[in-house]
T-cell receptor, first 114, second 113 residues
Framework: GEDVEQSLFLSVREGDSSVINCTYTDSSSTYLYWYKQEPGAGLQLLTYIFSNMDMKQDQRLTVLLNKKDKHLSLRIADTQTGDSAIYFC??????????????FGKGTHLIIQP | DVKVTQSSRYLVKRTGEKVFLECVQDMDHENMFWYRQDPGLGLRLIYFSYDVKMKEKGDIPEGYSVSREKKERFSLILESASTNQTSMYLCASQWGVGNQPQHFGDGTRLSIL
């Protein structure tokens, strides 16, 4: 079945760039997503990328996709304390039942050091 | 903006009780999902629905059932709650046309004593 892997923790200094990495297994995935979860809250959609794209940029966020290696990364420029959260990578799978589901990684805890 | 509302942020119930978790979305989305989130295990799909009265099992449906009587509402039911169902439950909705992202509620933290 589908599998999405992420490292569990990433620690960066405030003002540096954060790079969160993800690998996935389903080569037929058409969309890949990044979600952010702050403590005690639900998941907030940050950005997503279509599989025919290599890169997508949205303000401080840059998503890079290497389809050959099935590797996805999220770069956050000028990391701030408000970026402290868990970041989930997710790939879409097709259930055949009319709804497109998501397979999530276990999430990367981004820790910001002053 | 899409709004997905889960009826309770925190809920405490006893073993053996029948528990209802409610989720409502205001965007006329066709698809709705229930996940549970546990430390070290990430998010796991319990059930989903792609239309009124339609439901599909996810990865961990045992001990749960769902109800979708109206398009905007998707209920998760714990028939006889057990302590291993203590978890954070997240509801999501999604437009049914094309490859659309899922939008999540704030979650319900359920404790079974």
């Amino acid at each position: 079945g589908e599998d999405v892997e992420q490292s569990l923790f990433l620690s960066v200094r405030e003002g540096d760039s954060s790079v969160i990495n993800c690998t996935y297994t389903d080569s037929s995935s058409t969309y890949l997503y990044w979600y952010k979860q702050e403590p005690g809250a639900g998941l907030q959609l940050l950005t997503y990328i279509f599989s025919n794209m290599d890169m997508k940029q949205d303000q401080r966020l840059t998503v890079l996709l290497n389809k050959k290696d099935k590797h996805l990364s999220l770069r956050i420029a000028d990391t701030q304390t408000g970026d402290s959260a868990i970041y989930f990578c997710a790939e879409m799978f097709f259930s055949g039942g009319g709804a497109d589901g998501l397979t999530f990684g276990k999430g990367t805890h981004l820790i910001i050091q002053p | 903006d899409v709004k997905v509302t889960q009826s309770s942020r925190y809920l405490v119930k006893r073993t053996g009780e029948k528990v209802f978790l409610e989720c409502v979305q205001d965007m006329d989305h066709e698809n709705m999902f229930w996940y549970r989130q546990d430390p070290g295990l990430g998010l796991r799909l319990i059930y989903f629905s792609y239309d009124v009265k339609m439901k599909e099992k996810g990865d961990i449906p045992e001990g749960y059932s769902v109800s979708r009587e109206k398009k905007e509402r998707f209920s998760l039911i714990l028939e006889s709650a057990s302590t291993n169902q203590t978890s954070m439950y997240l509801c999501a909705s999604q437009w049914g046309v094309g490859n659309q992202p899922q939008h999540f509620g704030d979650g319900t933290r359920l404790s079974i004593l």
